[in-house]
């Protein structure tokens, strides 16, 4: 038992009532004194090891629980115990009504999974027997399974769990059932608690290696949005994928205080990575934030990026190491950590700089008088590979992601009425044919005139001067009524083809120009357009960025430039994405190798927009 302090305490109200005390007694009184009122209210068995059988093996126990006027916390950490001395226990403290936090971790040590249940069980009926108004819940590092979590699914339902500020079941085995479960048990806790007009507030929730996956953890994230109210966010190692991160995305937008946000060793891949940018933009009280080994590569990591520019004011730690992240994309990150004036500590270790690229991030700190804040780069990967077989690999990293997102596909094109065979859905063909080869044809979102529309999909499927000069005075408003304009993606395509036939012909240049002026305004004026996952596509279809996804880049020409060139000029043109696109043009690569010139052309105005904001 921990008794010092309170020993200590107690001992100092001993001295007030003299010395005529033999020195026995007072030990007895301060001993006395130190278990029940005076100290915190705390009762602790901590880490002695012992094994807690049956109701005679803690009749001390039983006692001191008994005794101790004003019972507030119980640790029970690091011993093991059954379902009678459980019941014993429970039954101590059902008359415990100022009951406010278990420490209950690592409790059942070398039980049956059978007796875990009813032993929690049997102390949740005595909680609730009690009026008890808990606080704190911690049975983390007892795995106990979805079944200990039914155990306890009565108490958390219960008015008990109102008041409950921190959950902690870390290292509980739970699975998808048990996240389920829980889900369900806070769901129904909030509405009870809010019927009553003290709604649930969690704030401290903590799941680590559960194996809790997509549909657990998307379970879960429905309660999270729900409460609104959590400032603390623990779920490390739980086999989470994009689709269940992008859920955790959207339900953390709904807790405005979330301080801490930990999701180490999940597995985001640019669509995730790209979700959870967006919402840590509505967030202002963030301080920490763990993506380590989530594999956000460098498209996630400048997503991330964007939102440091955006907001969290008030970072203090940022951890993207093994991320698969490239050197342009981390010095990106580490240029967006200047003006946080209360950083701590930046993590990009693991990640795939190679020396220079390390020289690089190092001196770009150093330049900032933030170097000491950077982490070790001793892991650091190397350069990536930039063969077919980095690319098999990019592409496989997720089975799962791959056969979900093709019953995906497959359920669009049905709805549809598109059949596509499986050359065309990958974009295989002739690399040197932009149109054909790589984009297949965008389907009309709005309904307008057959033949008219059929005219623009002939264009955005085999553009030529020709057909867009065929579309009329009305080409510009034929082409937005032919896109979806909340689609990055598309936007970023139909932006490629449309600039593919650009030329120094004063009409052509000019119908180009107007073409796109029009799909980008109205794309960037939409409020549900992510202008990021636009710039992101177009940097990946240009094939500057590598992506996961199956999508062959195509063949750049001095068009694109030309036409990215004015584009960035414009008003409507997002001037925070202008350091990425600079980032990228500036980085050798072959794509540009037939566009040298009009390259040259759009660095110029990149650099001068650059100083100018």
């Not at 990967?381 to 997102?405: H, I, K, L, R, T």
């Not at 005075?473 to 650009?502: C, N, P, V």
């Amino acid at each position: 038992m921990e008794y010092l302090g309170k020993q200590q305490r107690a001992f100092s109200v001993v001295t007030a009532l003299g010395d005529s005390m033999a020195s026995d007694d007072i030990a007895k009184l301060a001993n006395s004194l130190a278990k029940t009122q005076v100290g915190e209210g705390e009762l602790s068995y901590k880490g002695r090891g012992l094994k807690l059988d049956n109701a005679q093996s803690v009749v001390e126990l039983v006692q001191e629980i008994e005794e101790f006027q004003g019972l507030q916390a119980l640790r029970l950490e690091g011993n093991t115990v059954g379902v009678e001395a459980a019941q014993a226990i429970a039954k101590a403290l059902e008359k415990k009504s100022d009951f406010q936090c278990c420490y209950w971790s690592d409790m059942f040590t070398g039980r049956l999974r059978s007796e875990i249940p009813p032993a929690l069980r049997s102390l949740g009926a005595a909680l609730m027997a009690a009026g008890a108004r808990l606080r704190v819940l911690d049975l983390s590092d007892n795995a106990f399974g979805p079944d200990g979590v039914k155990g306890i699914e009565t108490l958390l339902k219960s008015p008990s769990c109102h008041t409950l500020q921190e959950l902690r079941l870390n290292n509980c085995g739970m699975g998808i059932g048990g996240g389920k479960i829980l889900a369900a048990a806070l769901t129904e806790c909030h509405k009870q608690s809010s019927a009553q007009g003290a709604p649930l507030r969690l704030k401290v929730f903590i799941a680590g290696r559960n194996r809790l996956e997509n549909d657990g953890a998307t379970a879960l994230a429905g309660a999270f949005q729900l409460m609104g109210s959590l400032e603390e966010i623990h779920m490390p190692q739980n086999g989470i994928n994009h689709p269940g991160v992008t859920a955790l995305a959207t339900a953390v937008q709904h807790n405005l205080q979330l301080r801490v946000i930990n999701l180490n060793d999940n597995t985001f891949t640019k669509r995730g990575a790209i979700a959870m940018a967006q919402a840590l933009k509505h967030l202002r009280s963030i301080q920490v934030i763990n993506f380590g080994d989530c594999l956000v590569r460098s498209e996630g990591a400048i997503a991330i990026a964007e939102a440091l520019k955006e907001g969290l004011p008030i970072l203090r730690e940022l951890n993207l190491s093994f991320g698969e992240i490239a050197e342009e994309a981390a010095l990106v990150v580490a240029r967006a950590v200047h003006n946080k004036a209360q950083l701590e500590r930046l993590d990009l270790n693991g990640n795939c700089l190679g020396k220079g690229g390390c020289v690089a991030l190092k001196e770009t700190m150093d330049n900032m008088n933030m170097g000491h804040l950077l982490g070790s780069l001793s892991d650091d990967e190397g350069e990536p590979e930039d063969d077919e077989d980095a690319e098999d690999e990019d592409e496989d990293d997720d089975e799962e992601d791959e056969e979900e997102e093709g019953e995906e596909e497959e359920e669009e094109e049905e709805e549809n009425g598109v059949r596509e065979t499986e050359q065309d859905s990958e974009g295989e063909g002739d690399v040197e044919n932009p149109p054909s080869a790589v984009f297949t044809p965008v389907t009309p979102n709005k309904p307008a005139d057959v033949s008219s529309l059929g005219d623009v999909s002939s264009f955005l499927s085999f553009p030529s001067p020709d057909k867009l000069l065929k579309l009329g005075d009305r080409r510009t408003a034929l082409i937005e009524q032919h896109l979806d304009m909340t689609d990055a993606g598309k936007i970023a395509e139909a932006f490629l083809k449309i600039s593919s036939i650009y030329k120094n012909d004063e009409d052509v240049k000019n119908i180009v120009l107007e073409s796109i002026d029009g799909v980008l305004s109205k794309a960037f004026s939409n409020p549900s357009f992510q202008t990021y996952g636009f710039i992101s596509m177009l940097l990946v279809m240009m094939g500057l960025i590598k992506s996961e996804d199956k999508v062959k880049p195509v063949r750049v020409v001095p068009g694109n430039m030309f036409a990215l060139e004015h584009a960035v000029r414009q008003d409507y043109f997002p001037k925070e994405h202008i350091a990425v696109l600079s980032a990228f043009i500036n980085r050798p690569n072959k794509a540009f190798e037939s566009c040298i010139a009009a390259r040259r052309t759009l660095q110029s105005t990149l650099e001068d927009i650059g100083h100018e904001f």
